[in-house]
């Protein structure tokens, strides 16, 4: 595949220094574009996205000098390679693009081999930083895949100092289990159930993170998702829209995979949990994962576990912060596996 030609954008209030450099340019196999004062250079710079800039200084509206201060004092812009083109004893002119971040100078009149060799240069050395700045985005998007969004979320507010300590916060709990895993891994080869898994906790995780909700830990034959925000009816309501969706979305995929269709059972339970981010350090890196941790979550793992294919048992603080908004059946009162007293289980039917 042939690289597009470099874009170069000539900034200059005279027509015949403009049309000399576009043709010089363009026969050279550069693509140019052309702003005639210091305003319309900064609407074409953010238009066109230029390889590098050809600056005049002595300009209507607003001079070289001033734009450019303002693309090398912005992160969009700086990396941008801005030529200032002077006048033959402009010594002066030199000193103050030095001091506004100018990469290089032309001397007026331009001649074409320095043209050519500023040009080259110039455009050599940024093609190299944007290489360096491409692997550096890929190798931080790889390494993203580790972080959960929530230790992005905290790292992204406080880059300095992350609050990323576990503390008490309200939340809701969801866990997720897929019925009859342990029949499925005997009937289906690992690979086909790997694969199947996959396709559908891909939508799982699309709907929960539109949700607003974390992603503890995806583990074989299920997850668990955390909900939390100020209001902790709205968090506990949010759980429970998800939990229905994911039951929808169960459904939609059933319809295109009769093959081997799958059935989920989940529990959600509300209240204060111990939240935060937690660092595994291993022989070949770092793994991050936030969780939330004590009774709540071992009572919505608990719910999970006695939920039958297809329902979502909730627990009675959950039920208790969704008012009106849902239809459910009181199970009656049950005792679940290390938890002390026998509590009330709900199973979430719908909306009301």
């Known amino acids: 595949m ?14 015949f220094n403009v049309d000399y450099l576009e043709q010089e340019l363009e026969d050279l196999g550069y693509e140019t574009v052309s702003a005639k004062n210091g305003q319309e250079a900064l609407e074409r710079v953010a238009a066109e996205s230029p390889d590098l800039i050809l600056l005049d200084v002595m300009m209507p509206i607003m001079d070289g000098f ?7 004092g912005n992160e969009e812009t700086r990396l941008i390679p801005i030529v200032i083109m002077t006048a033959l004893d402009g010594i002066e002119d030199r000193i103050k693009g030095i001091e506004a971040g100018a990469d290089d100078f032309l001397t007026k009149p331009v001649n074409q081999r320095e043209l050519l060799a500023r040009i080259q240069t110039t455009l050599k050395l940024k093609h190299v930083v944007d290489r360096k700045i491409s692997e550096l985005r890929r190798a931080k998007d790889h390494f993203a895949k580790f972080v959960p969004e929530a230790v992005k979320r905290l790292v992204a507010a406080n880059p300095e100092a992350p609050e990323l300590a576990k503390r008490e916060r309200d939340v809701s709990v969801l866990f997720l289990d897929i019925t009859g895993y342990a029949r499925l891994s005997e009937q289906l080869p690992p690979e086909v159930l790997n694969a199947l898994v996959e396709r559908y906790f891909s939508s799982f995780l699309d709907d929960i993170q539109t949700a607003g909700g974390d992603i503890n830990e995806t583990a074989g034959d299920g997850f668990m998702a955390i909900f ?34 799958l059935a989920i059972h989940m529990g959600i339970n509300s209240g204060i949990a111990l939240v935060g981010s937690t660092r595994f350090e291993g022989l070949r890196g770092t793994r991050w994962t936030f969780t939330a941790s004590g009774s709540v979550t071992n009572l919505a793992a608990r719910l999970a576990g006695a939920a039958a294919a297809g329902q979502i048992l909730a627990g009675p603080e959950t039920v208790r912060r969704l008012g009106n908004r849902y239809r459910w059946e009181n199970l009656g009162r049950e005792g679940l596996k290390n938890i002390a007293d026998a509590i009330d289980l709900f199973r979430i039917l719908g909306p009301a």
Do not use: F, W, Y
């Not at 042939?2 to 027509?15: C, Q, T």
């Not at 001033?66 to 090398?72: D, E, H, T, W």
């Not at 759980?239 to 929808?248: E, F, I, K, Q, R």
């Open 228 to 261: 939390q925000e100020a209001d902790a009816q709205m968090h506990a309501i949010r759980a429970v829209d998800t939990a229905l969706a994911l039951l929808d979305a169960t459904g939609v995929l059933n319809r295109e995979n009769r093959t081997h269709p």
């Open 66 to 72: 001033a734009v450019c201060r303002i693309l090398k």
């Open 2 to 15: 042939m690289s597009r030609p470099s874009k170069i954008l000539i900034v200059d209030d005279e027509p």
